[in-house]
């Protein structure tokens, strides 16, 4: 424990078992304490007539001795079990690699009566003086009847000052006299209960039935978080937690945290501020202590990523050199969007693939999340992600707030990229799209489609394309594929095996040659409404396509005089036709886009490209994108 000022500190360390001292270290800390920010508040509300005692069973001496039942032991019990609250939350965040943040208290100079010699010592002794943090002890004008029907909130309103709803005080407040009824099987005057007021007085009060298993100084906390001592049949026992004097006090002090969490604002989520929380007890044990039973659990079992960033927006929890919170980014909403990276780490986020939490498989983020600049990154791991089930992702963001995507597989269809999982191999998406879609784009205005220049037969195999059907009238209507095995993927508003028969709609078909591939599709867009017309160049110079050059709908767009190249000068000169080609290192391997839900006609048009000589994987045929189109 630090005092304001310089701190002269001496480490010495011994071999195992001998009190021989084989090496020692002295340091000097500077402790400025952070006075500016506000603090966590402990208070103990009072009856009137209180007889001064908690419950105490007969294993902690509470028929002989006041030790551990007094409200002196109360207020030692509370200060330590705040402590480990405070030492627990700022390891979080240490852990997160966002400082070592947490919740300051209001702080007293008196006797330190932290540590086991100086509580022995007693307040009449040597005990050395220091900086604690103060307990206020709240006297009630209600009798101990009376308290277990009231408000703690208008107790301390009463009492004045830190406790001002304008000072907007955080306060951890214990009801002294709760009290566990044999006879009645219940717990009197106990309320386990957090509320956050941003503009008046945030509480988490908690009964002090339990809080004799709580550690009193620093040299019992292991004691109380080992101790297998049956608590009896008198007390107090939630649900069977509380068996055990190491139950009860794990149970107890974590279960207040959670009451406290709410009193900054945290919401029912996981790990402490779950609302089964009871089973969390094992994890609380093990951010303190080791021992056979906890060796083995994660010590980051403590605050949900989602409240730590909420708290974190706090001025409770600031550091020197912290940004500003403005106005602004405490508001700011959170947008998921995947990005598409080489290698790609994960933020905050919980996952459900179906039925399947998936969050706790994907590796751990390492980077620094204060430099995330609001962007979520999603590692795919192809092994723990079922692409035929649904994808649910939420994310949280730096200022706690938080965003749902009901369904993952539609916002990876608007990347600009198709990941493969399991693979290397990503399929790059380039298209034209008419510019008027996005204000009409609403769930049943479009659908969206996709298909692969190759595909995998019912026998396993797999079957190149042999024709391209492009049917074109006075709009875009639709095109098709048909594949070696007779099977074909069609995307338009009907059989386009079969010519159209309305307006002058007509059907362009292209064979592709097992040598040659699809180097350039040029699109014409119209001035309104959907995409006007296509046409699809081979490594030959082959093409077909009609791109209604004009308005002409009589032209098919074969003329010698009606070029690829005149039309990447209209391009050029700002027209309205658009080619769509490849790089160097890449071909063309499939065709999307979207299509009016009622008469399919093509508002958006693309082609899907991948690294040259690069074998697809099979998984591909498996994706969802490639699982929508009409056969």
């Known amino acids: 424990m630090l005092t304001p000022g310089v701190n002269k500190i001496k480490l010495d360390l011994h071999r195992y078992g001998s009190v021989q001292v084989e090496d020692s270290l002295k340091i000097t800390v500077n402790y400025v304490p952070l006075l500016q920010l506000p603090p966590l508040h402990l208070a103990i509300l009072v009856a009137k007539d209180s007889p001064l005692l908690i419950d105490c069973p007969p294993a902690k001496y509470g028929g002989i001795s006041t030790a551990h039942s007094s409200l002196d032991a109360a207020i030692s019990?509370?200060?330590?079990?705040?402590?480990?609250?405070?030492?627990?939350?700022?390891?979080?965040?240490?852990?997160?690699?966002?400082?070592?943040?947490?919740?300051?208290?209001?702080?007293?100079?008196?006797?330190?009566?932290t540590t086991q010699i100086a509580h022995q010592a007693g307040p009449d002794h040597s005990a050395a003086m220091g900086m604690v943090a103060k307990v206020h002890i709240i006297r009630c004008e209600k009798s101990v009847a009376e308290i277990r029907d009231m408000s703690f909130e208008a107790t301390l309103l009463k009492s004045g000052a830190p406790f001002e709803p304008r000072s907007r005080p955080v306060v951890a407040g214990l009801i002294f006299d709760a009290h566990y009824s044999a006879d009645q099987s219940i717990i009197l005057g106990h309320a386990a209960l957090g509320c956050h007021k941003p503009?008046?007085?945030?509480?988490?009060?908690?009964?002090?039935?339990?809080?004799?298993?709580?550690?009193?100084?620093?040299?019992?906390?292991?004691?109380?978080?080992?101790?297998?001592?049956s608590t009896g049949n008198i007390l107090g026992n939630k649900n069977g937690e509380?068996?055990?004097?190491?139950?009860?006090?794990?149970?107890?002090?974590?279960?207040?945290?959670?009451?406290?969490?709410?009193?900054?604002?945290?919401?029912?989520?996981?790990?402490?501020?779950?609302?089964?929380?009871?089973?969390?007890?094992?994890?609380?044990?093990?951010?303190?202590?080791?021992?056979?039973?906890?060796?083995?659990?994660?010590?980051?079992?403590?605050?949900?990523?989602?409240?730590?960033?909420?708290?974190?927006?706090?001025?409770?929890?600031?550091?020197?050199?912290?940004?500003?919170?403005?106005?602004?980014?405490?508001?700011?909403?959170?947008?998921?969007?995947?990005?598409?990276?080489?290698?790609?780490?994960?933020?905050?986020?919980?996952?459900?693939?179906?039925?399947?939490?998936?969050s706790d498989v994907w590796p751990e983020d390492d980077g620094d999340m204060t430099s995330r600049k609001g962007i979520l990154c999603i590692h795919f791991d192809h092994e723990f992600i079922d692409p035929n089930k649904p994808l649910k992702i939420t994310a949280a963001g730096m200022n706690g707030k938080e965003e749902t995507v009901m369904d993952g597989w539609a916002l990876l269809k608007k990347n600009s990229y198709i990941w493969i999982f399991g693979s290397k191999v990503k399929l790059r998406k380039r298209s034209v799209q008419f510019e008027g879609l996005g204000e009409n784009d609403?769930?049943?205005?479009?659908?969206?489609?996709?298909?692969?220049?190759?595909?995998?037969?019912?026998?396993?195999?797999?079957?190149?394309?042999?024709?391209?059907?492009?049917?074109?009238?006075?709009?875009?209507?639709?095109?098709?594929?048909?594949?070696?095995?007779?099977?074909?993927?069609?995307?338009?508003?009907?059989?386009?095996r079969q010519p159209h028969t309305f307006g002058h709609a007509s059907l362009h078909h292209g064979y592709l040659p097992g040598d040659e591939n699809i180097i350039k599709v040029l699109i014409r867009k119209h001035d309104s409404g959907s995409l006007a017309g296509i046409r699809v160049i081979l490594s030959?110079?082959?093409?077909?396509?009609?791109?209604?050059?004009n308005g002409d709908h009589n032209s098919d767009g074969n003329s010698e005089t009606e070029t690829a190249e005149r039309h990447e000068e209209q391009d050029k000169q700002g027209k309205s036709v658009f080619t769509l080609e490849p790089t160097e290192d890449e071909v063309i391997v499939g065709f999307y886009g979207q299509s009016d839900a009622k008469s399919g006609f093509i508002h958006q048009f693309g082609i899907l490209t991948a690294p040259k000589d690069v074998e697809l994987p099979e998984r591909v045929y498996y994706l969802p994108e490639f699982n929508n189109t009409k056969s």
Not at 83 to 102: D, I, N, P, V
Not at 278 to 303: H, R, V
Not at 458 to 470: E, H
């Open 77 to 113: 019990k509370f200060r330590m079990t705040a402590y480990m609250w405070q030492a627990l939350t700022a390891e979080y965040f240490r852990g997160k690699k966002t400082g070592r943040r947490s919740f300051r208290f209001d702080e007293e100079w008196t006797v330190n009566i």
């Open 199 to 229: 503009n008046g007085i945030s509480l988490g009060i908690f009964g002090s039935h339990l809080t004799y298993s709580w550690p009193r100084f620093l040299q019992e906390v292991p004691a109380c978080l080992t101790d297998e001592t």
């Open 242 to 358: 509380c068996d055990s004097m190491w139950d009860t006090c794990a149970f107890s002090q974590c279960t207040f945290l959670h009451q406290v969490g709410h009193a900054f604002g945290a919401r029912h989520t996981t790990r402490i501020m779950a609302k089964d929380h009871y089973s969390w007890t094992w994890y609380w044990t093990a951010n303190f202590i080791e021992n056979n039973f906890n060796a083995d659990m994660g010590l980051d079992e403590k605050w949900d990523l989602r409240d730590a960033f909420w708290f974190r927006s706090l001025p409770q929890f600031a550091l020197p050199g912290d940004l500003p919170m403005t106005e602004d980014f405490k508001n700011a909403a959170v947008k998921i969007e995947i990005i598409a990276q080489e290698k790609l780490s994960i933020a905050d986020v919980q996952i459900r693939n179906g039925e399947k939490d998936i």
């Open 442 to 496: 609403i769930e049943g205005y479009v659908v969206d489609w996709a298909m692969l220049l190759r595909h995998r037969g019912k026998n396993g195999q797999i079957y190149r394309a042999l024709c391209i059907d492009l049917q074109v009238g006075d709009t875009m209507n639709g095109i098709a594929v048909h594949y070696a095995d007779g099977h074909y993927e069609n995307y338009s508003p009907k059989d386009t």
């Open 540 to 549: 030959n110079g082959v093409h077909w396509g009609c791109l209604n050059k």
